[in-house]
């Protein structure tokens, strides 16, 4: 299966570039980079420049770029959690051939990523 805006959250995130729009930690916000390593609780980004950043998952907010150009909003929560992981959890409550039947775009508001009310 590939790697689409709908199924992004049960796929390996490895090398995909990331922009972190909302982090706890203010000196993460803005960060850009491709996601070389992926821990249970964190992504490592690696920047422009060459360095290293760790940025934990939990009450994040990224931009991923999916091979194809595309941009997709997504909170850490939904891929906190290693790939395998997430898939089991998805198997466990609905089922993957749900999942692949269901083939919905999932389109986020800000609103709605952020838990904000705008």
Known sequence: MRRQAWNITIHVLVGLEAKVLNHPDPSLRGLRGR?????????????SDG???????????FLLRLPGGEWVLVRGEKIRGLQPDRLR?????????WLVRESKKYRYTWAQAT????
Do not use: F
């Not at 360095?51 to 907010?61: C, E, F, H, Y």
């Not at 959890?89 to 051939?97: A, D, P, T």
């Not at 838990?115 to 705008?118: K, T, V």
């Open 115 to 118: 838990g904000e009310n705008m």
């Open 35 to 47: 996601i070389v390593r992926e821990t249970k609780n964190t992504l490592v980004l690696e920047t």
């Open 89 to 97: 959890r998805v198997e466990r409550l609905r089922g993957v051939k």
């Open 51 to 61: 360095s290293l950043k760790t940025v934990l998952k939990p009450n994040a907010l």
